[in-house]
């Protein structure tokens, strides 16, 4: 009976929290250093270290919850807006919409090889930039519609 006492106790003193002292201070370089032990010399100053702060879950999903209902808020304003603009054009306009994008595609895909196929350096970053600018018209006009 008394091992599991001096067990229980044992237990208990090496799971308390342990709290250091954090010390900083700048050097004669000016390179500032952090230590739990104070130089012996140098002028330092003692940090005060404060807890972590934590988000409890419940927040966090009331949190997510809201997050996820504006953006279904704003994507249900974004396709009432485009529905007008669909149903006017009818079929030629999907056939020029899926034309243009197809376009976009190819041209992607012609970029794409060049970088693969090798370059100069001001080259590749011209190619990039064209593929930057193409992959964002492609997005908004093909993809985001």
Excluded at 37 to 55: A, D, F, G, S
Excluded at 69 to 90: C, F, I, Y
Excluded at 104 to 133: C, F, H, T, V
Aim: charged share 30%.
């Amino acid at each position: 009976m008394p091992r599991i006492k001096a067990t229980t106790l044992l237990c208990l003193l090496l799971t308390t929290p342990v709290q250091a002292e954090v010390y900083r201070w700048t050097d004669a370089t000016g390179s500032i250093h952090f230590s739990d032990k104070p130089p012996e010399r140098l002028p330092h100053t003692e940090l005060e270290l404060r807890n972590p702060v934590t988000v409890p879950m419940a927040d966090n999903l009331r949190r997510s919850r809201n997050i996820s209902a504006t953006r279904d808020e704003v994507q249900s304003m974004l396709s009432a807006s485009d529905t007008p603009r669909k149903a006017r054009g009818g079929r030629e306009h999907q056939n020029q919409h899926a034309t243009t994008c197809d376009g976009y595609r190819k041209k992607l895909d012609r970029i794409q090889s060049q970088l693969r196929a090798g370059y100069k350096n001001d080259r590749g970053n011209s190619l990039r930039e064209k593929r930057r600018r193409l992959s964002k018209t492609y997005s908004r006009e093909c993809i985001l519609r």
